[in-house]
Structure formats: C-alpha cells, structure tokens
C-alpha cells in the first residue's frame, strides 16, 4: 500500500496570505489527523476528521481549518499567514471507527515558511 | 493532565549499547501508547505501540515497558546501532488524538 502522501512538500509564503495544504491518507484509512511541528513547541495535535466531520481539534486560533473529502483526502488551510506558523506541517492516517485508537502513520510532511 | 513527559532530552550511547527513554503521563484515559522515530527531513515513524492492558510488547529490537499504575511507559532499544541516531518521541491518544512527548535525540557512536 502507499503510504500517507502531502502535497506540496515546501512553501514559502509572505505574511498575511493564505495557504492550503493536501493530505492524501493510506487506502482504506479515514481518519486524518493534521499536527504542527516546530523547534519551540515540538508536535502539537491541530484537528482531526473522519467521514468528513472534525471530531477533534486541538488549540490553535481561527485562522488554521481544514476539511474532509468523501474519498477520505483532507486540506488544511492557514489565513493570514504569521510568521510564527513557520513550522513543519504533518498529516497522519488510521482506520479509526469504534471508539478506539488506531495506529497513525505519518506523511513526510509540508515544510511551511513564511517570511 | 494533557501532557506527556518525556525524559531524557538528549541521549548518547555506544554501539550495542541500551538506550532507554521515559515517558510519563496523567491522564487515566489515555488507551494507546506509541512510540516514534523520526529522522531529519522526514515525517516521524511509527515504531511500535502498546495499550494499558499489557505491561511490555516486542517488536525486534525494540522493546515498550508499562507501568500502568505509575502511569509511566519507556522505550528501550537492543543492541542499539548507529542507525538507530534519531528522534524518538512517546505519545499518548485518545480517540485518535495523539499528545506528544518532547523529544530525545539519540546518537549511537560507531
């Protein structure tokens, strides 16, 4: 099975603007969950949907949402761009479903700099 | 209660040598323990996982221990090899939230 796969892989971005990022999960998964990653703050949970509604969202500001495609792909968006949002941006999958935690794998990552 | 403690933040052992690294936790709801390996420039991997019913899973080289009761869990690597130089980060989830240690940067001398 391929694995969990984002697009682009890198981004440089000015403040202020806006940005999508896409999340292809493993076949089969549906559940995506998206984390930042950065030096200060380390791996941080940002929100999670499955069958195309958020569960889960972890702590961020308005400005980061996302979605759920019906075939399980997921986009997340970051508005007007700080340049504190620099950061590593990971989607992870899982089969999820029966109130249960199942195993994430994680992409490679969308490396995000805004300058 | 959310956090997970990880410790130590950086790690040097020999080749063959047995790292080890603690986790520890608050949050009694917490059912899946997984632990990851992450390389520069690459999103982290899933190395093995356990859940609170059992006390110690293997998985080749890699070993999880459980302490239900002390709500603490480690990880510990046989042999260890100069491969192994990464970042190994615990977690802990709940309905598929996953709430991530800091880090340990390990280094495995040749």
């Known amino acids: 099975k391929a694995g969990v796969t984002q697009t682009p892989r890198y981004l440089i971005k000015t403040r202020g603007q806006q940005v999508t990022l896409s999340c292809s999960p493993i076949s089969g998964h549906r559940s995506v969950s998206w984390y930042q990653q950065t030096p200060g703050q380390g791996l941080q949970f940002l929100f999670e949907y499955f069958s195309e509604t958020q569960r889960n969202k972890g702590n961020f500001p308005g400005r980061f949402s996302g979605r759920q495609f019906s075939n399980s792909r997921s986009e997340m968006n970051v508005s007007t761009l700080e340049l504190g949002d620099s950061a590593l941006y990971l989607c992870?999958?899982?089969?999820?479903?029966?109130?249960?935690?199942?195993?994430?794998?994680f992409g490679p990552g969308t490396r995000l700099t805004v300058t | 209660q959310q956090q997970v403690k990880q410790s130590p933040q950086s790690l040097i052992v020999q080749k063959g040598g047995i790292p080890i690294i603690n986790c520890a936790y608050e949050?009694?709801?917490?059912?899946?323990f997984p632990w990851y390996q992450q390389f520069p420039g690459k999103g982290p991997a899933l190395l093995i996982a356990i859940r609170p019913d059992v006390s110690e899973k293997k998985e080749g080289r890699f070993t999880i221990s459980f302490n239900k009761s002390a709500k603490q869990f480690s990880l510990h690597i046989m042999d260890s090899q100069p491969g192994d130089s990464a970042t190994y980060f615990c977690a802990a989830s709940i309905k598929d939230k996953l709430i991530f240690g800091t880090g340990t940067l390990l280094a495995v001398q040749p």
């Open positions: 992870a999958s899982s089969l999820a479903g029966g109130g249960i935690t199942y195993e994430q794998y």
């Open positions: 949050n009694t709801a917490f059912d899946y």
